[in-house]
């Protein structure tokens, strides 16, 4: 089958890696796609929100899947753009639609799908523009640090963790009275502080059964030690050492089977992943998972530790998706462990440099690189995004993983790159 792949950065280069393997597969297409996808398919030159030209795409080229990489689309309704189309709508779109896809789009909506759901999550209250002198007053009953985000989707950049009360009170009459994410920040969630690990935990569903991928730990700060400003992702290793059958059947009892079961007793339809960011918290009973927050596609960069780890055929699984018989599919997954590292332009997470022509790459000798914010220029490969490659490598155990990943970023270069030669460390002394 021909199969159109929504976006443009590593987590759709590593799907496209993956998409190749299959027997199932005619042609891949990739819109809009970087310079590395051009090696899986071809990229087409649409942006992923553009529905009426992926339409007429779709169409003229016969293609018979589409995969949604980034959350845009899904929150602005490609799924029901297609089922509303009579066209289109015998076409399998791989994520939810517009109603399942708020639960990232709204991070209020979330949390009321938790707390209906008895999903466990950190305690909270919404507050608007017409409701900021209840919000001040009510910064003023809860324990520092606490965490205030932006309802809508902000590019990554609409929560906050606020250390003193000044700085909390200030933070959300920015947000609510002076818009300071837009209408993303038209609804404030403040939320509780909750200590702990990270980690990430994914779902594929077809909305009646689903099937736990590898789980991964992402590394946001843009320093070593986890210092500095946050990023979209400096890297991400998969599997993650604390995650282990204990905390994993907590996870799947308490949050994983809830939230299938939630969808469907709120009649919402969901087709696709579930992206269940969660905080593993140590407590008298034992370290318990707290969901922070969901997203309804794969993130980036776990997606491109998660998926070199899936040893069956990820386009029979999305059919599985598709034909609502996931349960009947195989799901086989990798003992080795995966470790990426992102490297990045000068000047990122801020405002960062393009254009640099890129170097290297074919010196790796260990791990595969999954262009992110990369373009062909007159056959030039060259930096056009801030994260511009991520370089992951599969080994045996994670000293290897990350060993063989920081030493091949090591052998690429463009002028003012940086990567963290620190992801996954920490994870190597904790149990």
């Given amino acids: 089958m021909n199969i159109l792949i929504l976006?443009?950065?590593?987590?759709?280069?590593?799907?496209?890696?993956?998409i190749t393997q299959s027997s199932l597969l005619t042609k891949l297409f990739i819109a809009p796609g970087n310079a590395g996808t051009s090696a899986f398919g071809e990229n087409i030159n649409l942006k992923p929100t553009d529905f009426e030209g992926i339409a007429e795409f779709v169409l003229k080229n016969h293609v018979k899947m589409v995969l949604v990489g980034p959350e845009e689309p899904l929150v602005k309704g490609i799924h029901d753009f297609f089922l509303n189309h009579p066209d289109?709508?015998?076409?399998?779109?791989?994520?939810?639609?517009?109603?399942?896809?708020?639960?990232?789009?709204?991070?209020?909506?979330?949390?009321?799908?938790?707390?209906?759901?008895?999903?466990?999550?950190a305690a909270f209250k919404s507050f608007n523009k017409s409701t900021l002198d209840a919000g001040l007053a009510y910064l003023e009953t809860q324990k520092l640090p606490i965490v205030l985000k932006?309802?809508?989707?902000?590019?990554g950049k609409g929560v906050l963790i606020c250390e003193t009360l000044e700085d909390a009170?200030?933070?959300?009459?920015?947000?609510?009275?002076?818009?300071?994410?837009?209408?993303?920040?038209?609804?404030?969630?403040?939320?509780?502080?909750?200590?702990?690990?990270?980690?990430?935990?994914?779902?594929?569903?077809?909305?009646?059964?689903?099937?736990?991928?590898?789980?991964?730990?992402?590394?946001?700060r843009i320093g070593e030690g986890d210092t500095g400003l946050n990023t979209g992702g400096m890297g991400s290793v998969s599997p993650v050492s604390f995650a282990d059958a204990e905390f994993m059947k907590k996870v799947e009892d308490r949050v994983i089977i809830p939230t299938v079961e939630g969808l469907k007793k709120d009649n919402i339809p969901y087709k696709g992943f579930i992206f269940i960011g969660l905080m593993a918290t140590d407590t008298p009973q034992g370290r318990e998972p707290y969901v922070i927050e969901y997203n309804?596609?794969?993130?980036?960069p776990e997606t491109e530790s998660v998926i070199p780890r899936i040893e069956s055929d990820l386009v029979d699984l999305f059919l599985g998706v598709a034909n609502e018989n996931l349960s009947e599919k195989e799901l086989k997954?990798?003992?080795?462990?995966?470790?990426?590292v992102m490297i990045v332009a000068g000047g990122y997470p801020g405002e960062y440099s393009k254009g640099k022509v890129i170097s290297g790459i074919e010196n790796m000798r260990h791990s595969t690189a999954f262009h992110a914010g990369t373009e062909l220029e007159n056959g030039l490969v060259k930096s056009s995004g801030g994260r511009v490659i991520a370089v992951t490598s599969l080994q045996?155990?994670?000293?290897?993983?990350v060993q063989c990943a920081?030493?091949?970023?090591?052998?690429?270069y463009f002028d003012g790159r940086y990567f963290r030669p620190d992801i996954g460390v920490d994870l190597m002394e904790l149990k």
Wanted: hydrophobic share 40%; glycine share 10%; no cysteine.
């Fill in 296 to 300: 309804v596609r794969m993130g980036d």
């Fill in 406 to 412: 920081t030493a091949d970023a090591g052998r690429i």
């Fill in 150 to 155: 932006a309802d809508g989707l902000a590019a």
């Fill in 396 to 401: 045996d155990n994670l000293f290897d993983a």
């Fill in 7 to 18: 976006g443009s950065g590593g987590r759709e280069s590593a799907f496209a890696s993956k």
């Fill in 88 to 121: 289109l709508m015998h076409i399998p779109v791989i994520g939810p639609q517009m109603h399942g896809a708020q639960l990232e789009g709204s991070k209020d909506f979330s949390k009321q799908f938790m707390i209906k759901h008895g999903i466990p999550t």
């Fill in 169 to 220: 009170k200030a933070e959300l009459k920015s947000m609510l009275a002076d818009a300071k994410f837009g209408e993303a920040s038209s609804t404030v969630v403040i939320e509780e502080f909750l200590t702990g690990i990270e980690l990430s935990v994914f779902v594929l569903t077809d909305g009646k059964s689903y099937k736990i991928l590898p789980e991964a730990k992402d590394y946001k």
């Fill in 333 to 340: 997954i990798s003992s080795k462990t995966a470790a990426t």
